[in-house]
Nanobody, 121 residues
């Protein structure tokens, strides 16, 4: 059983930067690909970024590509999301999650409780 705890969310002005963290415990962190999702008020949860177990491969949603950077420190069991040039539409609760490939599907087994990011215009 893996526990994930996000932190770092806060109120920031448009154009600013923020770094989110996701601390993992209760499992072998380096066994998992890791992901960031977000959910804005009244909207469905959407994928933001993914990083493989080693940190060598990353994947981003088009909406954040070039502005957000996902990274991980397996020695510290921590996932990060560096967010630059923030826009008001980035306002959402941000979640981290583990993922694994199961046949043709990607399964997201463990989720954190989320951290609120608010970008003011």
């Amino acid at each position: 059983q893996v526990q994930l705890v996000e932190s770092g969310g806060t109120l920031v002005q448009a154009g600013g930067s923020l770094r989110l963290s996701c601390a993992a415990s209760g499992g072998t962190f380096s066994n998992y690909a890791m992901n960031w999702f977000r959910q804005a008020p009244g909207k469905e949860r959407e994928f933001v970024a993914r990083i493989n177990w080693s940190g060598l491969h990353t994947y981003y949603a088009d909406s954040v590509k070039g502005r957000f950077t996902i990274s991980r420190d397996n020695a510290r069991n921590t996932l990060y999301l560096q967010m630059n040039s923030l826009k008001p539409e980035a306002t959402a609760v941000y979640y981290c999650a583990t993922s694994r490939v199961s046949g043709p599907r990607t399964e997201y087994d463990y989720w954190g409780q989320g951290t609120q990011v608010t970008v003011s215009s």
